[in-house]
Antibody, heavy 121, light 107 residues
């Protein structure tokens, strides 16, 4: 059974940093691209960042470019999102999602349950 | 980026009735559209990809149609477990984008 379990969310002050993790199981981790998708309260889903199977291809949404960094450790079967210079508008549930392709330009067949990030003073 | 617009925002339907949800792309995305279902406190779930192909384990009462810029998700006879929010996602162009979601609620 495929499982994606996010962790690392919480309450953080504006301008501070937070690192999210996603632990994966139940599939060949190093064969697929992975993504972070977020959902602010009452809003739709927003793609944040994606990374290919070998970290050779990485992309970011315009709203987080230059502040967030995605990475993965295939040996640990884990995906990460380093979030710096956090803003109130970054408040959202953050989901880890598995792509059906290795390079990352397709749809997502599995999602985690999400971790809540709240940016507030 | 491609803007995905879903309608209606909320759909009130009685159990057993048919529900049709719409998703429009700001430019052609061929058939590179997926539908995801979300329930409160649960992980989103893939329902449909390629606009009309059901994902593994998805019941036949769910069907998808459309290509280009206009797409529909139809639930032929709503069951209690189908009351949820449905989001469309285009993966034809980078970056991938989602619609705002349609909430299907009990009438």
């Amino acid at each position: 059974e495929v499982q994606l379990v996010e962790s690392g969310g919480g309450l953080v002050q504006p301008g501070r940093s937070l690192r999210l993790s996603c632990a994966a199981s139940g599939f060949t981790f190093d064969s697929y691209a992975l993504h972070w998708v977020r959902q602010a309260p009452g809003k739709g889903l927003e793609w944040v960042s994606g990374i290919s199977w070998n970290s050779g291809s990485i992309g970011y949404g315009d709203s987080v470019k230059g502040r967030f960094t995605i990475s993965r450790d295939n040996a640990k079967r884990s995906l990460y999102l380093q979030m710096n210079s956090l803003r109130a508008e970054d408040t959202a549930f953050y989901y880890c999602a598995k792509d059906v392709q290795s390079w990352g330009g397709s749809f997502y067949d599995y999602w985690g349950q999400g971790t809540l990030v709240t940016v507030s003073s | 980026e491609i803007v995905m617009t879903q309608s209606p925002a909320t759909l009130s339907v009685s159990p057993g009735e048919r529900a049709t949800l719409s998703c429009r792309a700001s430019q052609s995305i061929s058939s590179n559209l997926a539908w995801h279902q979300q329930k409160p406190g649960q992980a989103p779930r893939l329902l449909m990809y390629g606009a009309s192909t059901r994902a593994t384990g998805i019941p036949a009462r769910f069907s998808g149609s459309g290509s280009g810029t206009e797409f529909n998700l139809t639930i032929s006879s709503l069951q209690s477990e189908d009351f949820a929010t449905y989001s469309c996602q285009q993966y034809n162009n980078w970056p991938p984008t989602f619609g705002q979601g349609t909430k299907v609620e009990i009438k």
